[in-house]
């Protein structure tokens, strides 16, 4: 079986877990402490990062997009990303825009400052960092809104990577409560649609050791 | 005629000229200061970012990664990615890298270091962070010799995006004098043969206001 090295708090590893339950692909899931630098870990990716997808064959794939091409490239059904050229950029625009976008200007500060310092002992979350990355998120979500209105899902009216992406990225948000839904009811429409997936709520079982979610964090019907 | 909008500081736009020679699309180069936030081009490109390629009938294309994938979806030849689903993973496996790590841990420090802070008067370059980015250079001077000394270009024997993407990054560094090529011999080779090409020669023409590059910038033979 595939091995998926992963961490709760990564959103690259999170859009992975869901696109290989996507793919009805078997992984064992196991937990990497990136930060940890171990020399085996950095023997399969020298990037040092989460997620990592080792196959049966022991060949071993890392970086978020790589391996999300990959399986689509390899395995066929289900599809997700359009057939046609203009339906794939606009996946690949979004999956740019939820990972490096709204990853730098959101869950990056958040997970930076409410989580790591907290376990590392580095003192209290940073105001100003905690208020800007709750600023951002406010456009972030009604962007969301503004495509899921339109489209149904965010590149189209189906499920698509791009659709992985943002939900690995606002559900790390969600489980800190950053998120007041019934202010962005597009936005929550879209969630609660995702939320829905057997992918993605294989994701929101997951607890982080010694902290908790909100009531809603995994509830489907917020 | 197409458009490209442009920055010559912008490694992501370095690297998208250097697609669009490579499938020979012709292209109407324009610059765009994108920290002038002109609304116009926001209407283009919601992320404000360099490049946008925006095609004869209109519609525009934002995202380096997600030109990238479109240009080599809908112009065929030549291919610069490889057919079988490893080569292609090895291709996107280094995008990741160099537009990602090399662009956080390097380029990005020299732009804003040594010409941002220049021409807005913001004082002096941060020597902590110019130091930081030397250091992290020789890292991927070494990977990049790695590569190139086992494969002849990065991901393969022939060229592909992944050098593109590398010489759009390697040339702004070069551009400000950063590299002491004689320590890194089996790169400077990969950047030689990379130089020679007709797609890279018209990035190394540009010549920024105000800014002399070293004599070996464009020079092939260095």
Redesign the interface.
Known sequence: MATLYHHWLSPAARFVRVLVMEKRLDVTLRLEKEWERRQAFLALN??GEVPVLVMDDG?A???????A??LE??IAEPALMPEN??G??EV??L???FH??LGTEVTRLIVSEKLFKRFLGMGEPDSDSVRCAAQNLKTHLR?IGHLASRRHYLAGPVFTMADAAAAAHISVADYFGDIAWDAWPDAKDWYMRVKSRRSIRALLADRIPGLVPPPHYGDPDF
Chains 1, 2 share one sequence.
């Open positions: 020298p990037a060949s794939y890392s970086g978020a997009l790589a391996i091409e990959y490239d390899t050229p203009d794939r950029y690949r625009r999956l740019g825009w490096t976008k962007y």
